[in-house]
C-alpha cells in the first residue's frame, strides 16, 4: 500500500512540474494519466509517454497484488471471530483487525484498554514536580506498525465522524477535531481506539453492543 502511494504521488508530482495537474484521489490518478496518455493533443510531451505509461502498469499490477493479499485476509477472516469483532468498530478494517490479531495474540496479556494503549506507545509522556503533573509526547513504546495503523484508523474516524451514523465515538471525535489540530486529535482518537479494541476483543462482541464506555 505504501509502495502504491508512493508511485501515485510521484506521478502527479512530475505532472505538476510539467504543468498538468490531475484530480486528486487514488482511483483517479491512473485513469487520468491513461487519458493524457492517450490524447495526442495533451501537453503531455510524447518521449515521457512511455515512462508514464510503464508507471501506470506497476501500479496497476500493485494494486492487484493488494487485492489477492485482501483476498487471503478475508478467507483467514472467517476462521477468526475476533477479526469479526474488530471490524465492527470504526476506523478498523480489515488489515488493522489482522494485524492486530496476528502481533498481540492472546488479549488476556492486558489487564486493561489503557495498558494496551500504553504498550502501543499511544498514551503521553508525564512530568511531574511537586502537585503539577505535566503530559508530554506520546512515549511511541511498542510496536511501531500497529502503532501507525491505529493513528490511520484514527484519522478515517476523523474524516468521516460527521457524514456517517453518529455514536459515541464518533460524537466525540467530532468534537475534538474542534479543539485541536489534526495530528493531536488523530493521536488522542488512536488511543480511544486501542482501549475500544481491548473491550470488544475481551468481551467478544461486536462494538455495537458495547454498553460500557472505554
Known amino acids: 500500500m505504501t509502495e502504491r502511494t508512493a508511485r501515485l504521488n510521484a506521478l502527479r508530482g512530475l505532472l505538476r512540474e510539467l504543468g498538468v495537474f490531475i484530480p486528486m484521489g487514488a482511483r483517479e490518478v491512473v485513469p487520468a494519466v491513461w487519458s493524457l496518455i492517450e490524447d495526442a493533443d495533451s501537453d503531455l510531451p510524447e518521449a515521457l509517454r512511455p515512462i508514464f505509461a510503464e508507471a ?32 465492527t468498530i470504526p476506523g478498523i478494517g480489515l488489515l488493522i483487525a489482522t494485524a ?3 502481533f498481540l495474540g492472546d488479549i488476556r496479556r492486558f489487564p486493561s484498554g489503557r495498558h494496551l494503549a500504553s504498550y502501543l506507545g499511544l498514551t503521553p509522556r508525564e512530568y511531574s514536580s511537586g502537585l503539577k ?10 510496536d511501531g506498525y500497529l502503532r501507525t495503523l491505529l493513528i490511520h484508523g484514527a484519522r478515517s ?8 451514523q453518529p455514536d459515541r465515538l464518533r460524537e466525540w471525535a467530532s468534537k475534538l477535531a474542534k479543539t485541536h489540530v489534526h495530528n493531536k486529535a488523530a493521536v488522542a482518537v488512536a488511543n480511544k481506539l486501542a482501549r475500544i479494541v481491548w473491550a470488544v476483543w475481551s468481551h467478544a462482541r461486536p462494538y455495537g453492543l458495547m454498553t460500557t464506555t472505554v
Open 133 to 142: 503533573r505535566h503530559l508530554g509526547r506520546i512515549s511511541k513504546r511498542g
Open 56 to 87: 501506470c502498469r506497476e501500479i496497476r499490477q500493485i494494486e492487484a497484488r493488494i487485492k489477492q493479499v485482501e483476498r487471503q485476509l478475508e478467507a483467514t477472516a472467517v476462521q477468526l471471530p475476533t477479526v469479526e469483532y474488530l471490524r
Open 157 to 164: 474516524v476523523l474524516i468521516h465522524a460527521r457524514k456517517q
Open 100 to 102: 492486530l490479531v496476528a
